[in-house]
């Protein structure tokens, strides 16, 4: 039963990867972009934002140990399949939060990574403070998210799919613009359809 859901979502993924590298997005290169630009990564590592384990699956491939959170189990049910395939589901300790209200003490990560979910997002200020609240003196917040290319692209791949994509308004220029007034420097890199943002506490 559990090996046919294993096949079943493995070719869901491939499917979908193949519908955006039709459209212009490799999965692959923008995951692999995004984790190379955020080197050195070490210490205790979050994954905010798990969704269906898409760069979930990216960091666990890449041989990292890290902690991933979300406030749907649902979608994390998916994101266990895709590591399950390729026998990496040791490598993500999973928990269900708010990312307003994070479940763990303060200072206790050193590398937090939000891929592609600030765009979804409203109190960019609340969420920024709390990454501050959990992040250790010498870590760093990586935001990753779709630039207007991203975005048109998936535009299209929605309404080939007859949904619309939504937009909440949440933009890596708010959250950069908050960070730098809580005293982070920043470190910008631009791929093809990715915005990426580095920040690091300026005591570094």
């Known amino acids: 039963m559990i090996e046919n859901e294993l096949i079943e979502n493995h070719q869901r993924y491939l499917e979908w990867a193949e519908l955006y590298r039709k459209f212009g997005y490799d999965v692959n290169d923008e995951r692999a972009f995004i984790i190379n630009k955020s080197q050195p990564?070490?210490?205790?590592?979050l994954e905010i934002g798990t969704g269906k384990?898409?760069?979930?699956?990216a960091l666990a491939r890449a041989g990292f140990n890290f902690f991933s959170f979300d406030i749907s189990e649902v979608e994390q049910r998916y994101a266990l399949l895709n590591l399950m395939y390729y026998g990496l589901q040791q490598h993500v300790t999973f928990g269900v939060a708010d990312v307003e209200c994070i479940p763990c003490d303060d200072g206790f990560f050193d590398v937090i990574f939000a891929v592609n979910m600030i765009y979804h997002l409203f109190s960019i200020h609340k969420i920024c403070d709390e990454f501050i609240r959990i992040l250790s003196s010498n870590g760093k917040i990586v935001l990753s998210d779709f630039n207007k290319?991203?975005?048109?692209i998936l535009d299209k791949i929605h309404s080939v799919e007859g949904r619309q994509h939504e937009v909440s308004g949440g933009t890596l220029n708010e959250a950069s613009a908050v960070l730098t007034n809580r005293g982070f420097k920043l470190k910008e890199y631009h791929s093809e359809t990715q915005d990426l943002i580095v920040a690091s506490p300026i005591m570094n």
């Open 41 to 45: 990564i070490a210490g205790n590592i």
């Open 53 to 57: 384990g898409y760069f979930t699956l």
């Open 149 to 152: 290319k991203g975005l048109e």
